[in-house]
C-alpha cells in the first residue's frame, strides 16, 4: 500500500486527544453508542471488501471486455468519481445538518446497488455507467460516521471507538483478497450464465452476491440512535438570512468550507497535496498490484489473495501499533507530531513500495508490500487527526469532505495514469513493473517534500489554537 492515507475513506483514523468531558453533554448509553460503532464497523467492512474484490477482477474484466490497460485503468478510477466531483461535498454537507443515520444507510444502499449493477453490464460502457455513481454513494461515510462517532462516544473514550473503526479496514483489506481470489478462481471453471435475458460471466457473479450485505447494513443503520449533536446545526455556517438562491446553493456545495480552507492554506494546503500524490500512488498500486503479480511472477488470484490477506494483516496490525506509538513519542517533544510522524512514515513506505516493485521473487515483494501497508496505516493515524486538530469545529464535516475528496479524487485518477503509462509510455503491457516503477518515483518522494513542507505551518497553528483554548 503506498502512501500515507488509507484507500477507501470509510476507514481513516482519526485520533482525538483525550480531555474533559463536554459539560451538560447528554451521551448516549454505552450499548447505543457501541451498537453505532459495531454497525459503522461493519459498513466499513463492507466498503473495503469491495474494493478490493473488484481490484482483484481486474484481469478478468480486461480478457472478457476486451480492454486496454488504459480502458482498464479508466474504469477502476475515474468512472466511479465523475458524479463525486458535483455532489460529493453536498452530501458530506448533509453530516452537519441532517441525521448522520440516514445519511449512512442511504450511502451504504447506493453502494450495494451500484456493484450489484456492475454485475449486470453487458458492455463497457454500461460498465461506466454503472461505476459512476459508487464513490458518490460512498462520499457522506467518512464524515457521517466521523461526526457521529464524535458525538456518540465522550472525549475520554473517542480515541477507542477510532482505533476499533480500524477493524472495519483491516477486516476488509485482509478478508477481501482471500475471499475474493478464491472466488475468482473458483467461478473461472463456470461458463457464462444467463439471469434475466442477460449474459453474464462467471466472475460478474460476485459482483452480485457482494452487493447483497450492503441492503443490510443499510437497514441496520436505521436501528442506530442518533446522538445529540455537541455542535448543533444552528451553530454550523449559514448564509445571511437575505442571500439569493445562487448564494444559498454554494454555500450548500461548501463554499464557505473552501473559503476557511484557504484562508488557512498555508496549513492545509502542503497537506491537501502530499495526500493527493500519495492516494494516486495508493489506489493506483491497489488496483495494479494483481495484475502486476500476474503478469511478472505468474500467480493466480487464489494465490495472491492468500498472500496479500497474510501480509496485509500483519502489516495493517503493526501500523496501528506503529502510528500511535511514534505520535505519542514525538508529541512529548515537539508541537507539531502529527505531521512530523506522517513524513517519516510517507518516507517508509516511499522506500517499501519502490523495492517491493523491483523484487526479484514474489514472495519478497509481497512482503515489501505488507511493509508498505504497514507505514501507509501508521502514516493515516497522525495524517487524518492533523487535519482534525486546525479544522474549524462548525465546518468540521465539510473540511473532512474536502480532505477525502482529495483521497478521492486523485487516488481514482491512480489506475488511469498507471494504465496510461503502461499503453503510451512502456507500451508493453507485459512490462507493468516499469509502469508502477516510473508512478511510484515521480509522485512519493513528491509527496514527502510536500509533508515535510506542512511541519512549520502546521506547527504555527496548533500553538495559535493552544493560545486561544483549543
Request: with cysteine.
Amino acid at each position: 500500500m503506498a502512501g500515507g492515507a488509507i484507500p477507501a475513506s470509510p476507514g481513516i483514523e482519526i485520533v482525538e486527544p483525550e480531555g474533559v468531558d463536554a459539560p451538560g453533554k447528554r451521551w448516549p448509553s454505552a450499548a447505543a453508542a457501541y451498537w453505532a460503532l459495531f454497525v459503522i464497523v461493519f459498513a466499513t467492512f463492507l466498503t473495503f471488501f469491495d474494493q478490493v474484490v473488484f481490484g482483484m477482477l481486474g484481469e478478468r474484466i480486461k480478457t472478457d471486455f476486451g480492454l486496454t490497460d488504459s480502458e482498464l485503468g479508466f474504469l477502476a478510477g475515474p468512472a466511479s468519481i465523475i458524479c463525486y466531483l458535483f455532489v460529493g461535498i453536498p452530501l458530506a454537507r448533509l453530516a452537519d445538518i441532517w441525521p448522520r443515520k440516514f445519511v449512512l444507510a442511504g450511502g451504504v444502499a447506493v453502494v450495494g446497488l451500484v456493484t450489484a449493477l456492475g454485475g449486470l453490464a453487458q458492455t463497457y460502457i454500461q460498465f461506466i455507467g454503472s461505476r459512476v455513481f459508487l464513490a458518490a454513494g460512498g462520499s457522506a461515510h467518512a464524515p457521517s460516521s466521523y461526526s457521529l462517532l464524535a458525538d456518540a462516544f465522550p472525549p475520554k473514550k473517542l480515541t477507542r471507538a477510532f482505533a476499533l473503526l480500524q477493524f472495519g479496514f483491516i477486516g476488509g483489506t485482509t478478508i477481501g483478497p482471500i475471499v475474493g481470489g478464491w472466488l475468482i478462481v473458483t467461478t473461472a471453471r463456470w461458463q457464462p450464465g444467463d439471469l434475466l435475458g442477460l449474459r453474464i460471466f462467471p466472475w460478474q457473479w460476485i459482483l452480485i452476491w457482494i452487493a447483497i450485505p450492503a441492503l443490510l447494513a443499510a437497514l441496520l443503520f436505521l436501528t442506530v440512535r442518533e446522538p445529540e449533536r455537541f455542535e448543533h446545526v444552528a451553530d454550523v455556517e449559514q448564509p445571511p438570512a437575505d442571500a439569493s438562491p445562487g448564494r444559498k446553493i454554494v454555500t450548500f456545495m461548501g463554499w464557505d468550507a473552501a473559503r476557511a480552507i484557504h484562508a488557512g492554506g498555508h496549513v492545509y494546503y502542503p497537506l491537501f497535496g502530499a495526500l493527493a500524490l500519495s492516494a494516486t500512488e495508493s489506489f493506483g498500486l491497489a488496483f495494479w498490484r494483481v495484475p502486476f503479480m500476474i503478469r511478472t511472477f505468474g500467480w493466480n488470484e487464489a494465490q495472491i489473495g492468500a498472500a496479500i490477506g497474510l501480509t496485509g494483516l500483519i502489516g495493517s496490525v503493526a501500523g496501528l501499533v506503529l502510528g500511535g506509538s511514534v505520535v505519542e513519542f514525538l508529541a512529548k517533544r515537539h508541537k507539531d507530531a502529527n505531521v512530523r510522524a506522517a513524513f517519516l512514515f510517507f518516507c517508509g513506505t516511499t522506500a517499501s513500495t519502490l523495492a517491493a516493485l523491483l523484487s526479484p521473487s514474489a514472495w519478497g515483494s509481497m512482503i515489501l508490500f505488507g511493509f508498505a501497508i504497514m507505514f501507509g496505516l501508521a502514516g493515516a493515524v497522525p495524517q487524518n487527526a492533523a487535519v482534525q486538530r486546525v479544522a474549524p469545529n462548525s465546518m468540521r464535516g465539510q473540511v473532512t469532505a474536502f480532505y477525502l475528496f482529495m483521497f478521492t479524487f486523485f487516488g481514482a485518477m491512480g489506475s488511469f495514469v498507471i494504465g496510461l503509462v503502461s499503453q503510451y509510455v512502456v507500451r508493453d503491457p507485459a512490462r507493468l513493473r516499469e509502469s508502477l516503477v516510473i508512478t511510484a518515483a515521480m509522485v512519493l518522494p513528491a509527496a514527502c517534500v510536500l509533508m515535510y513542507r506542512a511541519m512549520k505551518p502546521y506547527r504555527e497553528e496548533v500553538v495559535r489554537l493552544e493560545a486561544l483554548g483549543r
